[in-house]
């Protein structure tokens, strides 16, 4: 199966694809349509900011592409903006469409004084379903996983939420639905936690041995 990470000019592209190529996947880095249309498995990395990343998206014609892969069952999983950019709107500096994947809103945190913005650096997860999500297993209680944003997701469907953080109150950390996966945190700063995770994904999505 090819795994493809989606390049459309916002993200740590490479930081993403030597995580996989530390759990022994050669993952591509395109920014072609066709080629991410052909893909077994697409990640949706990103950095920055939403309305950057959405135009640049759409301006890459990609927002059908993947759109197309989700609605085909195939696998795909975001990593921070990459979870943003699913939902169907978000907030920062206006409002703005996103891709309409998961319903619900992305919004600025609003916290005391004495928590920074953004919110960055390790923190811990809270599992939400049960059974834990295949993206999740064989990780331990209250795995930590590092963090950088100033936006978080308010889902307006709980049953997508696989994890929570705290930051002054819960935010969503993960979501996973069917063949959606996406991580507000990077697994691929996430030293042993976050290398499991992306074996998960890979381990999850491949075809079932006979």
Known sequence: MSTLIIDYGMGNLRSVQKAFERIGEAAVISSDPHEVAKADRVILPGVGAFRDAIEAIHRHDLGSVIRDHIAADRPFLGICLGLQLLFD???????????????????????????????????QLQFS????????????????????????????????????ADYG???????????????QFHPEKSQAAGMQLLRNFLEATRPAQV
């Open 89 to 123: 709107r978000s907030l920062e500096d206006g409002e703005h469409a996103g891709l309409g994947i998961i319903p619900g809103t992305v919004r600025r945190f609003q916290l005391p004084r004495e928590f920074k913005i953004p919110h960055m650096g390790w923190n």
């Open 129 to 164: 379903q049960q059974p834990v999500p295949a993206l999740l297993q064989g990780l331990p209680a209250q795995p930590w996983f590092y963090f950088v944003h100033s936006y978080h997701c308010v889902a307006a469907d709980s049953r997508w939420v696989a994890a929570t």
């Open 169 to 183: 109150g819960p935010f969503v950390a993960a979501v996973a639905q069917g063949n959606v996966m996406a991580t």
